[in-house]
């Protein structure tokens, strides 16, 4: 049986990205390029880019075109680990864009989930963290003025968890709940994906030893970017 044409575009690409012809980040030739290239309809071409999207081996970049994808992000779900962590295992550089910063009052959410009373003051910080060149995350981070007082907007261009230890804090567990959302325009804009795109949403709170929790977090990840790994153990 013949093998269909998106197929066998899909197929040849796999075979270039595998031999190394088309390396991570490489701009992959346009859909009017690869339409003439194998004389198909640009809905062929699509139906293999989407393929290739699904199976992680390319990823679209708004605006710009379809890259080469990077090695996924292992995003261990049983245990604390800082995104910086994240990116040294995929040897990918850190970059955070600091979009929000500033002090607000505790609504009912926020003091719930903080150990607060409602209109305690809490810092709330939205940023996008970059791994190399790609926006992977949006975050929304809030913070207990109480416990930061002082605190910087500055930090925030570096690793949060690395800031409270080296404030003598020993960060001890977190509550999450992970859920596949779509994008709002806002977050699709800043992460450079489509509006109908899903993301994995994180809604994390991360504890002291002595069991307060020091921050509330809710995190848009880019789904073609990351992958979850969690280890079970039979009861």
């Given at each position: ?56 081996y ?20 049983h ?7 994240e990116?040294m ?11 929000r ?19 305690d003051?809490v ?9 190399g060149?790609?926006p ?21 261009k570096g ?34 994906i ?42």
């Open positions: 049986m013949d093998v269909p044409v998106y197929q066998k575009i899909e197929n040849e690409i796999k075979e270039s990205i595998r031999l190394g012809k088309l390396k991570s980040g490489d701009l992959l030739p346009s859909e009017n390029v690869l339409k003439e290239q194998y004389n198909v309809s640009r809905m062929t071409v699509r139906q293999a880019l989407n393929n290739l999207v699904n199976e992680g390319v990823y679209r970049h708004k605006g710009k075109g379809t890259f080469v994808q990077q090695q996924k992000i292992d995003k261990l779900i245990g604390v680990r800082s995104f910086t962590e990116m295992s995929t040897n990918r550089t850190v970059k955070n864009k600091i979009i910063f500033e002090v607000i009052q505790a609504n009912s959410e926020l003091a719930e989930k903080l150990f607060l009373q409602e209109g003051e810092f709330a910080i939205e940023r996008v963290r970059y791994g060149e790609i992977v995350l949006f975050e929304e981070l809030f913070v207990p003025k109480q416990i930061f007082r002082n605190l910087e907007k500055d930090v925030f690793s949060f968890y690395k800031f409270v230890e080296s404030q003598n804090y020993k960060i001890s567990h977190c509550i999450q709940i992970i859920e596949v959302k779509k994008a709002d325009e806002k977050k699709a804009d800043y992460l450079k489509e509006k109908s795109d899903s993301v994995l949403k994180i809604t994390r709170n991360t504890f002291l030893n002595n069991g307060r929790p020091f921050e509330y977090v809710r995190s848009s990840y880019r789904a073609d970017q990351y992958r979850f790994i969690q280890y079970a153990f039979k009861g």
